[in-house]
T-cell receptor, first 115, second 112 residues
């Protein structure tokens, strides 16, 4: 069981550049979540999908952020253009949708630094 | 979106001590209260969870105490060890697969 796989693990970019973060959820999981973690705000939900369909994107901070899930095994979070305040650790998590509701399986995160 | 308030922000205890982390929630519809543990450089992982039909749940050295009337729940770590040093998040959600709402986290350091 490979778990949730995120890439890249670290990204350093300059303000104004496009950033794309990638996630491969656990096979068979119906739910996929994108969270952002900062010291000030903790873990914030950005968007989540059920069966590849976006359900709630109210946590996406601005139109600069977009997320897609073209199939059950892949999702992207894109920031265009990036700004220094976007610097954070971005986590992808998946959930089986049965059993313990709310049991999330997190990836190891993508640490983004925008200079 | 801050519907779960967690305290303290950081905590230092000696090995063998019993750190206690507290959380308070606002939404009375919440019916699932997990705790997640996060080590540096890793994603959070489920540690223990409770539903409001019980007042306490114990798994190994970790115990959740739940007070429905006060809308509070807490995590106790018995006989804490340096390996327990991590950030702990409380969370809450309600029926179905609604997303978890997380507290801001508590950074625990257990010193030998």
């Amino acid at each position: 069981d490979a778990g949730v796989i995120q890439s890249p693990r670290h990204e350093v970019t300059e303000m104004g550049q496009e950033v794309t973060l990638r996630c491969k959820p656990i096979s068979g999981h119906d739910y996929l979540f994108w969270y952002r973690q900062t010291m000030m705000r903790g873990l914030e939900l950005l968007i989540y999908f059920n069966n590849n369909v976006p359900i709630d994107d109210s946590g996406m901070p601005e139109d600069r952020f977009s997320a897609k899930m073209p199939n059950a095994s892949f999702s992207t979070l894109k920031i265009q253009p990036s700004e220094p305040r976007d610097s954070a650790v971005y986590f992808c998590a998946s959930s089986p949708g049965t059993g313990n509701p709310g049991e999330l399986f997190f990836g190891e995160g993508s640490r983004l630094t925008v200079l | 979106q801050q519907q779960v308030k967690q305290s303290p922000q950081s905590l230092i205890v000696q090995k063998g001590g019993i750190p206690i982390i507290n959380c308070a929630y606002e939404n009375t519809a919440f019916d699932y209260f997990p705790w997640y543990q996060q080590f540096p450089g890793k994603g959070p992982a489920l540690l223990i969870a409770i539903r409001p039909d019980v007042s306490e749940k114990k798994e190994g050295r970790f115990t959740i105490s739940f007070n429905k009337s006060a809308k509070q729940f807490s995590l106790h770590i018995m006989d804490s060890q340096p390996g327990d040093s991590a950030t702990y998040f409380c969370a809450a959600s309600y029926s179905g697969n609604t997303p978890l709402v997380f507290g801001k986290g508590t950074r625990l350091s257990v010193i030998a």
